[in-house]
T-cell receptor
Framework: KQEVTQIPAALSVPEGENLVLNCSFTDSAIYNLQWFRQDPGKGLTSLLLIQSSQREQTSGRLNASLDKSSGRSTLYIAASQPGDSATYLC????????????FGQGTELSVKP | NAGVTQTPKFQVLKTGQSMTLQCAQD?????MYWYRQDPGMGLRLIYY???????DKGEVPNGYNVSRLNKREFSLRLESAAPSQTSVYFC???????????FGPGTRLTVL
């Protein structure tokens, strides 16, 4: 059974710092992996999707990498800002059950001015 | 472009009452999903619809039913609500099963 883990559960950094969020999964037979952002009391916003054949994807200050063989993905945030404070979730799609996503528990990020 | 919309935003029910959560998307997506989010459990799939006219069970389907009314709308029904169904419910949609999923704002349900 696929399990997705995100460590740490919470992270606090000063503004301007570069940071890395980690996501690991137990079954390397994935179709793709998606990173989301969730603000308190809100829905999920998609940040990046990496296909299983890709190594990384970039969007602005965000860069997501994927190492399928080792079951790991990282989300790199450059020059963090207070507006980046949110919970970041990674989710794995195994290509079955119509695109079902298996989510990690999330990393709660706080960027302090 | 509204994306994925959900109604209601908040609901309080008594044990045994029934209700339907509504979801609609205006992105012409084929696939739609219902998830629930609970502290310590994360997000889990309840039901999904890979295309209009089809529905399938996800990880936690017990106590729920769904209807894919048309390509735009996918509803979730609680026939006899239980306190264990207190949760935040999210609807999502994607073009196809493997595509980026877009989420609605959620429905916060409390069952007393």
């Amino acid at each position: 059974k696929q399990e997705v883990t995100q460590i740490p559960a919470a992270l606090s950094v000063p503004e301007g710092e570069n940071l890395v969020l980690n996501c690991s999964f137990t079954d390397s037979a994935i179709y793709n992996l998606q990173w989301f952002r969730q603000d308190p009391g809100k829905g999920l916003t998609s940040l990046l999707l990496i296909q299983s054949s890709q190594r990384e994807q970039t969007s602005g200050r965000l860069n997501a990498s994927l190492d399928k063989s080792s079951g790991r993905s990282t989300l790199y945030i450059a020059a963090s800002q207070p507006g980046d404070s949110a919970t970041y979730l990674c989710a794995v799609n195994q290509g079955n059950q119509g695109g079902k996503l298996i989510f990690g528990q999330g990393t709660e990020l706080s960027v302090k001015p | 472009n509204a994306g994925v919309t959900q109604t209601p935003k908040f609901q309080v029910l008594k044990t045994g009452q029934s209700m339907t959560l509504q979801c609609a998307q205006d992105m012409n997506h084929n696939s739609m999903y219902w998830y629930r989010q609970d502290p310590g459990m994360g997000l889990r799939l309840i039901y999904y619809s890979a295309s209009e006219g089809t529905t399938d069970k996800g990880e936690v389907p017990n106590g729920y039913n769904v209807s894919r009314l048309n390509k735009r709308e996918f509803s979730l029904r609680l026939e006899s609500a239980a306190p264990s169904q207190t949760s935040v419910y999210f609807c999502a949609s994607s073009g196809q099963g493997g595509d980026t999923q877009y989420f609605g704002p959620g429905t916060r349900l409390t069952v007393l």
